[in-house]
Structure formats: C-alpha cells, structure tokens
C-alpha cells in the first residue's frame, strides 16, 4: 500500500484519541510488547503507517535515549496530527499506568506490597508474551528481506543476550555497516526533503529544552525541598545518558538510586521494578514510584506526589524534545541512499533486539528462579528447570490458542487470562 493511501485515510483527531487511550491502557509487558501492540494497531488494523514509515521511525527511535515505545507512540501522533497529535499520544501512553503507579505507591509506602495487582496482573504477563511473538514474527517477515539482515539480527541478539556489548556499540555497527555497503540508488524524491527547515528545528528544540528544563530551574530559584531538586537533578541527567531502551535505564537508575543515594532499599528497588512490568505504560514509569518513595521517607504524601510528578516530567519532557526535533528528518533520511542503508541495518538489529528483550522477559514470566551464568567473556540467563511457574505456562498457550487460532482482539485476550489467572492464583494458593 502506497503512502500515498495511507495519507486519504488519516483518522480524525477523535478517532486516533480513542486508539492511542486504548494503547495506553493495554501496553503491558514492557518495550517488546508495547511495540508490538503498536504495531497491530497502527499499522496492521487501522493503517495509518505503512510497514516501512513504522520501521524506519522504530530504528530512529532506537538510536534515542529514553524509552523508545513513548517515543514511537509520539512519533506516530506527530505523523498523523502535527505537534498536537504527538503530545497526545505521547501523553496517553504515559498517563494511565502513571495514574495507577501514583495510586499503588501510596499503597505501598504505607502497607507494603499489594497481592492483589500481582494476581490481577499474572495473566497479563502470560498474554503478553503471545502478542509480543505474533509481533516479532511480522516485523522479522517486513525487516529481514536478505541475508545479510538475518545476519545483522543474529549478531545483535548474541551481542546483547550472549556477550553483554553495549546496546549504543551494537546499533552504531549495524548503521556502520549498512551506510557502507549500500548500493541500492533510490530516485522518489522525498516529498518533505523542501519543508525541512534548520530555523524550525533549531527553534523547536529550544523550546522544548525550555519546557523539559526551567521547571527545575524554578525548583531551585523557589527554594523546594532539596530532595525535589536533588530527583530533578537525577532524572534529567538519567533521560540524557542512558541509551539502550528501557532495561538500560533501569539497569542504570537501580544501582545508583540503591547504593549511591540510599533512597530505597534493594527489595524496594526489586518491587519497584516488579510493579512496573505488571502495570500498563512504559516500563521507566518506574521512576515515578523511586520518586514518590524517596520523597515520602522524607515528607510524606503530598512531598511525595510531587517528587513523583518532578520524576515524570524530567524522564518524558525530554522524550517529545527528541522526537519534535527530529522527527521530520526521518523521511528524508529513508530518501538518502546511505542513510538509508543504515538505517535499513538498524532496523534489522532492532529485531535481535526485540528478540532479547523477549527472551528475558519470557524466562522472567516462566521460570520464578533465573540466574546469570557467567563464560569465559560472555554469560547466558538461565532458569532453574524446577522453578517452572506451570500456571504460567498454561496461561500462555492459553493465550496462543486464543490469538492464533481463534483470532481474538488483544482487549479480550488479555481480559480474560487476567481474571482466568488471578481465579487460579487464588485457588491453587
């Protein structure tokens, strides 16, 4: 389907709040998941992006720091609406698992863990693992059209799952790698190449700089609590550094928010992250909950839920800076042949990307019991056979037999495995 096509059936503004609320509301399981979700409903069921525009804004959006499904949702609303369009839907994913992180924190802080969002969200995670494997199978058919791509994907899923290398190394290599081997010469000229315009990026990007920054300059100037300053601080800096997607800040923000700051304990830290994966929106909403916790040990609720709202501005203002900025590059870049190319090779990591996000993310829901075994210069996550979570298991076939035989929507799939899971939590307990 031409883009062309794709152009006469733009949605109204209406029609593409209530998608992007349905994607916020059903993004469980993570950066795999949520982009596979995207995927089917952006592409797949409402086309609205072609195959190859989804793409190419995936392997722009990987190459970002910061979470980079909320940054595809955002790229998608830009494409579709302008600017408005992406603060919606950039904001839609975010606000409905932040609501619930907000209301589960306060739980937290003061009664301790909350039993029944795990049972509620057990089978979420089972289900989430059908729709992220229909997912990867479409966009491995779409992105892998040669060998050298299937290549590329296996490298960066041995890289990344096998040998640790630095997500930042594995795509600057495939985007090497296919800059200088592209000969493929493309003649459509870009119909967007005349409307960019250096001016309206650079003023752009100095507005959102402004938006994403004075907040906590006026933090500083108004006297605030010095542990809102002090998360202000952090979390900026956090939304700058850690590329790598979702599981590199996480990894980046656990260690020092632990043993630099002391502003959780470990197991704070592990629940923290554990009520992240059970709830929809993106995974790095869990700063919100470091935020709020380390606030609340300090001054309580109302100190807390500010602290809380200062880590959400400061990890997603800068999200719509890069993407409001960029954004109109990116089918220019597609026009350019060794830009092109590259991006092309990144596309194709992207895939063993995917791959190793849900490798670990399926042992993790499985298996109760997953260890690192260290060799030689690489390691391998491996479960412990004897910790299979069985219930699990059956939730996800469940699931599969759901989806690719009976062909339900993901709204009743997911539906109906989380009341399924919870009722069998409850009575195997």
């Known amino acids: 389907?031409?883009?062309?096509?794709?152009?006469?059936?733009?949605?109204?503004?209406?029609?593409?709040?209530?998608?992007?609320?349905?994607?916020?509301?059903?993004?469980?399981?993570?950066?795999?998941?949520?982009?596979?979700?995207?995927?089917?409903?952006?592409?797949?069921?409402?086309?609205?992006?072609?195959?190859?525009?989804?793409?190419?804004?995936?392997?722009?959006?990987?190459?970002?720091?910061?979470?980079?499904?909320?940054?595809?949702?955002?790229?998608?609303?830009?494409?579709?609406?302008?600017?408005?369009?992406?603060?919606?839907?950039?904001?839609?994913?975010?606000?409905?698992?932040?609501?619930?992180?907000?209301?589960?924190?306060?739980?937290?802080?003061?009664?301790?863990?909350?039993?029944?969002?795990?049972?509620?969200?057990?089978?979420?995670?089972?289900?989430?693992?059908?729709?992220?494997?229909?997912?990867?199978?479409?966009?491995?058919?779409?992105?892998?059209?040669?060998?050298?791509?299937?290549?590329?994907?296996?490298?960066?899923?041995?890289?990344?799952?096998?040998?640790?290398?630095?997500?930042?190394?594995?795509?600057?290599?495939?985007?090497?790698?296919?800059?200088?081997?592209?000969?493929?010469?493309?003649?459509?000229?870009?119909?967007?190449?005349?409307?960019?315009?250096?001016?309206?990026?650079?003023?752009?990007?100095?507005?959102?700089?402004?938006?994403?920054?004075?907040?906590?300059?006026?933090?500083?100037?108004?006297?605030?609590?010095?542990?809102?300053?002090?998360?202000?601080?952090?979390?900026?800096?956090?939304?700058?550094?850690?590329?790598?997607?979702?599981?590199?800040?996480l990894a980046y923000m656990a260690q020092d928010v632990v043993t630099q700051f002391g502003w959780l304990t470990a197991q704070e830290m592990i629940d923290a992250l554990g009520l992240a994966e059970t709830t929809p929106g993106p995974l790095i909403l869990v700063t919100q909950f470091v935020g709020f916790l380390a606030a609340f040990k300090e001054g309580g609720l109302w100190l807390a839920m500010s602290a809380a709202l200062v880590a959400l501005w400061m990890t997603f203002a800068p999200c719509f800076l890069w993407i409001f900025t960029g954004a109109p590059y990116i089918e220019w870049i597609s026009n350019q042949p060794r830009l092109k190319g590259a991006l092309t090779a990144i596309t194709a990591a992207v895939v063993g990307v995917i791959l190793n996000l849900s490798i670990w993310f399926a042992l993790h829901v499985l298996f109760s019991s997953v260890e690192q075994i260290d060799f030689g210069w690489g390691h391998v996550w491996w479960p412990a056979v004897s910790s299979i979570e069985w219930l699990a298991f059956a939730l996800f076939i469940l699931s599969g037999f759901l989806v690719f035989k009976l062909h339900w929507s993901i709204m009743k799939v997911l539906l109906s495995v989380s009341v399924f899971g919870a009722i069998m939590k409850y009575v195997l307990a």
Request: net charge neutral; aromatic share 10%.
């Open 1 to 249: 389907m031409s883009d062309n096509k794709h152009a006469e059936e733009l949605p109204s503004l209406s029609e593409a709040i209530r998608i992007w609320c349905k994607i916020g509301v059903l993004s469980f399981g993570g950066p795999a998941a949520q982009i596979s979700l995207m995927h089917r409903e952006v592409v797949e069921d409402n086309k609205w992006l072609s195959e190859q525009q989804f793409l190419n804004a995936l392997s722009f959006c990987m190459l970002l720091p910061g979470p980079e499904a909320m940054q595809l949702a955002t790229y998608a609303g830009w494409r579709l609406h302008g600017v408005v369009g992406g603060l919606i839907a950039g904001l839609l994913f975010v606000l409905p698992g932040a609501i619930i992180i907000m209301v589960l924190a306060g739980v937290y802080a003061s009664y301790g863990d909350v039993p029944l969002v795990s049972a509620l969200f057990y089978g979420v995670k089972a289900a989430v693992l059908v729709i992220v494997l229909e997912a990867l199978i479409k966009v491995s058919k779409k992105a892998l059209g040669e060998k050298a791509h299937w290549v590329i994907a296996a490298l960066a899923f041995i890289g990344l799952f096998f040998l640790s290398i630095p997500y930042p190394l594995i795509i600057l290599s495939a985007a090497l790698y296919g800059f200088f081997t592209s000969r493929k010469i493309i003649t459509r000229q870009s119909e967007v190449s005349n409307q960019i315009s250096l001016t309206k990026s650079l003023g752009t990007a100095v507005t959102w700089l402004a938006v994403w920054l004075l907040p906590l300059v006026a933090l500083s100037l108004l006297g605030a609590p010095q542990i809102l300053i002090d998360i202000g601080q952090f979390f900026s800096t956090l939304a700058v550094v850690t590329f790598g997607g979702a599981y590199a800040v």
